[in-house]
């Protein structure tokens, strides 16, 4: 059972506060989702929870450790992952040595191991992608791959280094509709089936209300709505933001 808890996050960029005194706390077994308009502090957030940038002031602690300080890799290596808008396989490679990579990563952070790449961890490489459905194109290319298989193989390569708690943002952004519910369904799968927390940050309304277990919504850096799919849908506050008028 882990716990991220994340007290009155601020982080302005010259007179524009971003994130505004942000705080809720995400649990194991939670597929939160975290939504807002554009510009709302969605990634701002994001970046503040893995290190990548650093609160003006506030605090983000995984199972009581303190993490504001410390760099993305330390984050990393203490179990909470992130996937990427972006994806960020390396093309040349196939799907099953894109895992084994981090597997490996992961390896030599534990245990100090350097030893070349090509035949290590292919099995466990491969359970992971027969989770997320891509055993079958486990020798091919990530070059060639349709996006909607790249995101799931970016999401065994998140999985692969086994983390407490997963930040994805915007997971299903380029998916054609039914493949972003799909992504969303196997994502449920995994946090009910490893137990992980996952916060998402998602603009498709549809994926947030099939899937999320809890909604945070953000506007203009702050929290307005915390709940479950059926409260924010009802809140006034949260149709106000959404239709435009005064929140
Ligand atoms: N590096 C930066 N420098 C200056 N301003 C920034 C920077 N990053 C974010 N901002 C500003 O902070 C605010 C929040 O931006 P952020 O990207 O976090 O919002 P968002 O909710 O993720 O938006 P979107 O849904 O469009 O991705 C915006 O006003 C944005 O212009």
């Not at 300080?69 to 909470?80: D, Q, S």
């Not at 952004?173 to 994502?187: D, F, H, Q, S, V």
Request: with cysteine; hydrophobic share 45%.
């Amino acid at each position: 059972m882990s716990e991220l808890v994340v007290r009155d996050l601020h982080r302005s960029f010259g007179g524009v506060q971003a994130v505004g005194g942000v705080s809720f706390t995400l649990r194991s077994g939670d597929l939160l989702a975290l939504i807002g308009p554009n510009g709302a502090g969605k990634s701002t957030c994001f970046n503040l929870l893995n290190g990548q940038l650093r609160p003006d002031s506030g605090s983000v602690r995984l199972d009581g450790t303190e993490l504001v300080g410390l760099p993305p890799r330390r984050i990393w290596a203490l179990g909470v992952g992130r996937t990427f808008q972006i994806t960020a396989t390396f093309a040349s490679m196939t799907v099953v040595e894109n895992v084994q990579m981090v597997l490996l990563s992961r390896a030599r952070r534990l245990f100090g191991l350097w030893r070349p790449a090509a035949a290590q961890f292919r099995e466990p490489a491969l359970t992971l992608l027969g989770q997320v459905g891509m055993a079958a194109q486990a020798d091919r290319p990530c070059g060639v791959l349709a996006y909607g298989d790249l995101k799931r193989v970016e999401l065994a390569m998140a999985l692969a280094s086994e983390p407490a708690v997963l930040l994805m943002d915007e997971p299903t952004a380029g998916m054609a509709p039914a493949e972003r519910l799909t992504l969303m369904a196997l994502t449920a799968g995994l946090v009910r089936e490893r137990n992980l927390a996952v916060l998402f940050t998602e603009h498709d309304m549809d994926v947030v209300f099939g899937h999320a277990t809890r909604v945070l919504v953000l506007d203009r850096g702050r929290l307005i709505a915390e709940g479950s799919p059926d409260e924010i849908r009802a809140d006034p506050r949260v149709q106000s933001v959404y239709l435009g008028g005064e929140a």
